[in-house]
């Protein structure tokens, strides 16, 4: 059963987060100045650990970031509830350590890593990237991680793997939406799985994410591992990753299997394509007033388009 | 029940119903209407209205049930609220949402059904609430009055339907208004039916006071 669960202090009695937020940037700042007065990074915002990466020049946008206050307190995460504030309020308690990744599946070597493990495989990247709700809303985050390819290519997929497989953590335990009640039904099977073909997971842009905003992933984010696929809608960017699997076959994904006739497999961000019962033309960017036009593949098309030639994008929605 | 407690009873119902709008206000002036307030206000004015709206069809079962007077002397002042909530729900999305895009928006009523029912039901409400006053049922007469304000109930499918089609198919919410308003609808049948075995049975006699007054 979904409770909603008021807190027990009131608003007023916690200190307002713009004053604990410049006191956290306040010692962010004093740390950086002190350690590496040649890295102080710009603006910072705070809020959690630091995570050090590098701009990637490719991976920019002249679209000014969503606020960190914004993109951390606005959130479809369903394992923590169905409200976007449920992931921030919930979320305190999660465990994002210690954590393993499994991967495995139609792989030469396949592998379990430790996160430790996964965050020293390859140079950290900032990416800036948009992100399209299925829902009409859009933000702009400035991602951390590195190429998922990276990791794919660590285990050797066999000629035979064709698909990948994401599966989110199973844990009623910290993840109170997965908990079965007296009164819950409808509701998504868990744990959520996501998946891509293989040649969109081995694509550069697709990115498994440790952070975001120069700080460690938080997690109403997806701590304390995830991939972004910009040019799919968000729900194909699975949070909490626990296991990576090479497949032969198309794998279920959890929005499909709820409402098949509206969440497709592909789920690229079309301006074309309606979902049944909402236009996706338009959408309102967080933070502004005006609606704005829908991009194709979500302006993602130069570097994605050529992995669509021959479908029909109506039909494979 | 006393005048000064049917007195009572609609101050309770102003403040109730103001209430959301003020709670509404009080987070506005905090600038605490999520990072989406748009979507906040439209939906906050939206479940009000259909909660408003699904109370004031509750009066008349609650007199079925327990043979009250008073929840019908609140029907009028809930629909009334409910037509304002609807109203304000309604301005968001033409102002907010969409600023004025006829085009778009007449599209969207064609083509979504969610938004076809619900626009369905707040222009059905626009004659409800245009004769709810003393001097209407006057010149419509009690009988046209009571037939045209039959309409509440399809105005509440409408309603409810727009929720249920428009929200996610994980979202038990839509459901539980549902269940109200069939819990409501199956006690009118009922009564229905009661009443007219009782006219059937008893046709010499006078027919039963039926006690719809305003």
């Given at each position: 059963m979904l409770i909603k669960r008021g807190s027990d202090i009131k608003s007023r009695e916690i200190t307002d987060r713009a004053l604990y937020l410049d006191r956290r940037a306040f010692m962010a700042g004093a740390a950086a100045l002190a350690l590496a007065p040649g890295a102080a990074r710009a603006a910072a915002p705070a809020g959690g650990p630091p995570l050090a990466a590098t701009r990637n020049p490719t991976f920019t946008l002249p679209d000014t970031p969503t606020k960190f206050q914004d993109a951390t307190t606005y959130n479809n995460f369903y394992e923590f509830g169905m409200n976007k504030d449920d992931p921030a309020q919930l979320a305190g308690s999660f465990k994002p350590r210690s954590w393993k990744v499994q991967v495995d599946g139609l792989a030469q070597k396949p592998k379990t890593f430790d996160l430790d493990d996964v965050l020293r495989m390859a140079p950290l990247e900032e990416r800036v990237y948009r992100l399209r709700c299925v829902e009409g809303w859009s933000m702009v985050i400035p991602w951390i991680g590195f190429p998922l390819s990276t990791l794919l290519k660590r285990v050797e997929p066999t000629g035979a793997a064709k698909y990948v497989e994401f599966t989110t953590l199973l844990d009623p335990e910290q993840f109170p939406g997965q908990r079965k009640g007296f009164l819950s039904f409808g509701g998504l099977d868990w744990p959520y799985t996501e998946g891509l073909r293989l040649d969109e997971a081995m694509h550069p842009l697709t990115l498994l994410t440790v952070g975001m905003y120069g700080q460690v992933l938080p997690n109403q984010n997806g701590a304390p591992i995830r991939v972004v696929?910009?040019?799919?809608?968000?729900?194909?960017?699975?949070?909490?990753?626990?296991r990576i699997r090479l497949t032969s076959d198309e794998p279920k994904t959890a929005w499909n299997k709820a409402a098949p006739q509206e969440y497709g497999f592909y789920s690229n961000v079309n301006p074309k394509v309606d979902h049944p019962r909402w236009s996706q033309a338009t959408e309102r960017r967080i933070g502004e007033f005006r609606r704005r036009e829908t991009l194709m593949f979500n302006g993602y098309g130069d570097q994605v388009a050529s992995l669509y030639t021959n479908l029909d994008l109506k039909k494979f929605y | 029940m006393t005048r000064r407690g049917r007195v009572v009873l609609k101050v309770v119902i102003w403040a109730a119903c103001l209430a959301p709008l003020a709670w509404l206000g009080h987070r506005a002036w905090d600038g605490d209407l999520t990072a989406n307030p748009i979507s906040f206000i439209t939906n906050w004015l939206g479940d009000w209205t259909l909660r408003i709206l699904l109370t004031s069809l509750s009066m008349t079962p609650l007199r079925v049930l327990f043979r009250w007077s008073w929840p019908i002397t609140l029907r009028r002042l809930l629909g009334l609220f409910a037509f304002l909530y609807v109203t304000l729900h309604f301005s968001t999305w033409l102002v907010l949402d969409h600023f004025f895009a006829w085009r778009e928006m007449w599209a969207d009523i064609v083509k979504r059904p969610y938004i076809t029912v619900g626009m369905a039901a707040l222009v059905l409400m626009i004659p409800l609430a245009a004769t709810s006053t003393a001097w209407a049922i006057r010149r419509l007469g009690g009988a046209n009055w009571q037939r045209l304000h039959r309409l509440a109930y399809l105005i509440g499918v409408c309603a409810v339907l727009h929720y249920l089609w428009l929200a996610k198919k994980a979202n038990p919410d839509p459901y539980y208004y549902a269940a109200w308003l069939l819990v409501l609808l199956a006690i009118r049948a009922g009564d229905w039916v009661r009443r007219r075995a009782v006219r059937l049975s008893a046709a010499p006699r006078p027919a039963p006071q039926r006690g719809e007054g305003v």
């Amino acid at each position: 059963m979904l409770i909603k669960r008021g807190s027990d202090i009131k608003s007023r009695e916690i200190t307002d987060r713009a004053l604990y937020l410049d006191r956290r940037a306040f010692m962010a700042g004093a740390a950086a100045l002190a350690l590496a007065p040649g890295a102080a990074r710009a603006a910072a915002p705070a809020g959690g650990p630091p995570l050090a990466a590098t701009r990637n020049p490719t991976f920019t946008l002249p679209d000014t970031p969503t606020k960190f206050q914004d993109a951390t307190t606005y959130n479809n995460f369903y394992e923590f509830g169905m409200n976007k504030d449920d992931p921030a309020q919930l979320a305190g308690s999660f465990k994002p350590r210690s954590w393993k990744v499994q991967v495995d599946g139609l792989a030469q070597k396949p592998k379990t890593f430790d996160l430790d493990d996964v965050l020293r495989m390859a140079p950290l990247e900032e990416r800036v990237y948009r992100l399209r709700c299925v829902e009409g809303w859009s933000m702009v985050i400035p991602w951390i991680g590195f190429p998922l390819s990276t990791l794919l290519k660590r285990v050797e997929p066999t000629g035979a793997a064709k698909y990948v497989e994401f599966t989110t953590l199973l844990d009623p335990e910290q993840f109170p939406g997965q908990r079965k009640g007296f009164l819950s039904f409808g509701g998504l099977d868990w744990p959520y799985t996501e998946g891509l073909r293989l040649d969109e997971a081995m694509h550069p842009l697709t990115l498994l994410t440790v952070g975001m905003y120069g700080q460690v992933l938080p997690n109403q984010n997806g701590a304390p591992i995830r991939v972004v696929i910009p040019w799919k809608y968000g729900f194909k960017s699975a949070k909490s990753v626990v296991r990576i699997r090479l497949t032969s076959d198309e794998p279920k994904t959890a929005w499909n299997k709820a409402a098949p006739q509206e969440y497709g497999f592909y789920s690229n961000v079309n301006p074309k394509v309606d979902h049944p019962r909402w236009s996706q033309a338009t959408e309102r960017r967080i933070g502004e007033f005006r609606r704005r036009e829908t991009l194709m593949f979500n302006g993602y098309g130069d570097q994605v388009a050529s992995l669509y030639t021959n479908l029909d994008l109506k039909k494979f929605y | 029940m006393t005048r000064r407690g049917r007195v009572v009873l609609k101050v309770v119902i102003w403040a109730a119903c103001l209430a959301p709008l003020a709670w509404l206000g009080h987070r506005a002036w905090d600038g605490d209407l999520t990072a989406n307030p748009i979507s906040f206000i439209t939906n906050w004015l939206g479940d009000w209205t259909l909660r408003i709206l699904l109370t004031s069809l509750s009066m008349t079962p609650l007199r079925v049930l327990f043979r009250w007077s008073w929840p019908i002397t609140l029907r009028r002042l809930l629909g009334l609220f409910a037509f304002l909530y609807v109203t304000l729900h309604f301005s968001t999305w033409l102002v907010l949402d969409h600023f004025f895009a006829w085009r778009e928006m007449w599209a969207d009523i064609v083509k979504r059904p969610y938004i076809t029912v619900g626009m369905a039901a707040l222009v059905l409400m626009i004659p409800l609430a245009a004769t709810s006053t003393a001097w209407a049922i006057r010149r419509l007469g009690g009988a046209n009055w009571q037939r045209l304000h039959r309409l509440a109930y399809l105005i509440g499918v409408c309603a409810v339907l727009h929720y249920l089609w428009l929200a996610k198919k994980a979202n038990p919410d839509p459901y539980y208004y549902a269940a109200w308003l069939l819990v409501l609808l199956a006690i009118r049948a009922g009564d229905w039916v009661r009443r007219r075995a009782v006219r059937l049975s008893a046709a010499p006699r006078p027919a039963p006071q039926r006690g719809e007054g305003v």
